[in-house]
């Protein structure tokens, strides 16, 4: 609260104040006796109070941003040391050179909209490190998404069937957003040559929907609750961040290597 309020408050409560004067027991004493006071106080200090209101709160919004940017950095730092390891099989669906310098896993839902942002990034990594980076798609549909999870299904469906076709309808998907949902699923299936019959079986299957339940625990062991998240060679970012952020992680990445 600034000293013209605290003035004003004192002299509501009928007692002299004087700038130099005024002290945090005056005013509890002032208050105690005219409880009623303060928000007399705050209507004739209107714009004084919601200056105050507007300092503290970007006062505090920074204090945040920092204490997250201090967080992620020192996970990055620990991560880069000890890298996270997510399961990666012979059967494991890969985009890419499967022998990369550099691999990129990502958590993800096909109706999140920053989620279609980070399908634009990892587009641009791919074709900025080329064969040097192979990607991995993962599973984590959030409960407020309702196309989320029938399309994660239909997706791991499709790659039953064909693995590459499957990426092309995991492109599909993350375009079209606005469309969601079976009809348009099964259309695609139709366009991509799928058994459109086979898929939809496989779809609702309990070897689909374990499938994507590992992704779910996979990425909840590590720490991922929001999509998209991202393992970078182990190393988490949590979110759709730009192409320059990666860029750093692999810069810290290769200075490690170099002791």
Same mark, same amino acid.
């Given at each position: %609260?600034? *000293?013209s ?7 509501l ?9 005024i002290? *945090?027991?005056?005013l ?7 409880p009623d006071v303060? %928000? ?7 714009s004084?109070?919601?200056?105050v209101v ?6 505090? #919004? ?11 950095k020192?996970e990055v730092?620990?991560a880069?040391k000890?890298p996270k390891?997510?399961k /990666?099989t012979g059967?494991?669906r $890969?985009?890419?050179?499967k022998?990369a ?5 990502e958590?993800?839902?096909f109706?999140c ?5 980070g399908?634009?990034v990892v587009e641009e990594?791919r074709?900025k490190y080329?064969?040097? /980076?192979r990607? $991995?798609?993962k599973?984590?549909p959030?409960?407020?998404?309702p196309q989320a999870?029938p399309?994660?299904q239909?997706?791991?469906?499709a &790659?039953? #069937?064909s693995p ?7 492109d599909?998907?993350f375009?079209? #957003? &606005?469309?969601l949902?079976?009809?348009?699923f099964?259309?695609?299936a139709q366009?991509l040559g799928?058994n459109?019959e086979?898929l939809e079986?496989?779809?609702k299957?309990?070897e689909v929907?374990a499938m994507i339940?590992?992704?779910i625990q996979?990425?909840?062991?590590f &720490?991922?609750? &929001?999509t998209?998240?991202?393992l970078?060679n182990?190393?988490?970012l949590?979110g759709a ?5 990666f860029?750093? $992680? /692999?810069?810290?990445i290769? #200075?490690?290597?170099k002791?």
């Amino acid at each position: %609260m600034n *000293r013209s309020i605290l003035i004003s408050l004192m002299c509501l409560a009928g007692h002299s104040a004087h700038a130099g004067s005024i002290s *945090r027991e005056d005013l509890k004493r002032a208050l105690k006796e005219n409880p009623d006071v303060l %928000m007399d106080a705050l209507r004739e200090n209107k714009s004084g109070l919601f200056k105050v209101v507007m300092e503290a709160n970007q006062e505090e #919004q920074m204090r945040r941003a920092k204490e997250r940017e201090e967080a992620e950095k020192k996970e990055v730092d620990e991560a880069i040391k000890n890298p996270k390891k997510p399961k /990666i099989t012979g059967s494991t669906r $890969i985009r890419g050179d499967k022998n990369a310098k550099y691999t990129l896993v990502e958590y993800s839902d096909f109706q999140c909209p920053y989620c279609s942002r980070g399908f634009q990034v990892v587009e641009e990594l791919r074709k900025k490190y080329g064969k040097e /980076i192979r990607f $991995i798609y993962k599973h984590l549909p959030l409960d407020m998404h309702p196309q989320a999870m029938p399309a994660a299904q239909y997706l791991e469906a499709a &790659g039953k #069937q064909s693995p590459e076709k499957a990426w092309q309808f995991h492109d599909i998907l993350f375009s079209n #957003q &606005g469309k969601l949902g079976e009809p348009f699923f099964k259309e695609t299936a139709q366009q991509l040559g799928l058994n459109v019959e086979k898929l939809e079986k496989d779809a609702k299957s309990p070897e689909v929907k374990a499938m994507i339940e590992t992704d779910i625990q996979e990425a909840n062991s590590f &720490g991922f609750t &929001g999509t998209p998240g991202f393992l970078l060679n182990g190393v988490p970012l949590r979110g759709a961040y730009p192409v320059e952020h990666f860029d750093s $992680i /692999i810069q810290k990445i290769e #200075q490690k290597k170099k002791g």
